[in-house]
């Protein structure tokens, strides 16, 4: 039972232009979300995070949106840069009062910025 | 400062054999994490250790996964006899405090062939 979904394994887009990124989640007690972003041979590092008191959470070019009535977040990255290129995880951490415990993740997005 | 690192970077075992895992935390993160990701799928959670304690080891598939940390310093990660099934690139993650952001390794690419 997978409880975070990332529907599209990946994504190309033209650099400088908007990508967007799609998650989406079944367990309606996730109250905290985080991206990670993960190179090939390196270990995912954090990249954004967003509490469900938000619908918005900005930083840089990186942009998360929550709909907690869909059960949905994306991740918006614009302009995208080469340096983008990667796989992309959305996370939801296992319990309720820590942000980073027991992280349930979703299969990842491969995304590719052609130059 | 140094980050998380994990050794070895690659392990080729065959069916039934024993295989170790190390990871060394950032100094001074009390929280250590392991997880596994399989055939590509998605990165799933194995266990949280609080310095030499286990606070969550509910994601351990079996009796044949053993993780230690004594002294509260680095951790190893025991897989014995090694299954086919447990193949795939085991990373090792830690935090100062349990909101803080997890700093991940670079992973253990376990083969079992």
């Known amino acids: 039972d997978q409880q975070v979904k990332q529907n599209s394994p990946s994504l190309s887009v033209q650099e400088g232009r908007i990508s967007i990124l799609n998650c989406d989640y079944t367990?309606?007690?996730?109250?905290?979300f985080l991206w990670y972003k993960k190179y090939p041979a390196e270990g995912p590092t954090f990249l954004i995070s967003?509490?469900?008191?938000?619908d918005k959470n900005e930083d840089g070019r990186f942009t998360v949106f929550l709909n907690k009535s869909a059960k949905h977040l994306s991740l918006h990255i614009v302009p995208s840069q080469p340096g983008d290129s990667a796989v992309y995880f959305c996370?939801?951490?296992?319990?309720?009062?820590?942000?980073?415990?027991?992280?349930?993740f979703g299969t990842g997005t491969r995304l590719t910025i052609i130059p | 400062e140094a980050g998380v690192t994990q050794f070895p970077s690659h392990s080729v075992i065959e069916k039934g054999q024993t295989v170790t895992l190390r990871c060394d935390p950032i100094?001074?993160?009390?929280?250590l994490y392991w997880y596994r990701r399989v055939m590509g799928k998605e990165i799933k959670f194995l266990l949280h250790?609080?310095?030499?304690?286990?606070?969550?080891e509910s994601g351990m598939p079996n009796n044949r996964f053993l993780a230690e940390r004594t002294g509260g310093t680095y951790s190893t990660l025991k897989v014995q006899p090694a299954e086919l099934e447990d193949s795939g690139v085991y990373f090792c993650?830690?935090?100062?405090?349990?909101?803080?952001?997890?700093?991940f390794g670079n992973g253990t690419r376990l083969t079992v062939t």
């Open positions: 993650a830690s935090s100062q405090v349990r909101d803080s952001p997890l700093h």
């Open positions: 367990n309606s007690m996730f109250d905290y």
């Open positions: 967003i509490s469900s008191i938000k």
């Open positions: 996370a939801a951490p296992g319990t309720a009062f820590f942000g980073n415990e027991k992280l349930t």
């Open positions: 100094s001074g993160h009390d929280n």
């Open positions: 250790f609080v310095k030499e304690s286990k606070q969550d």
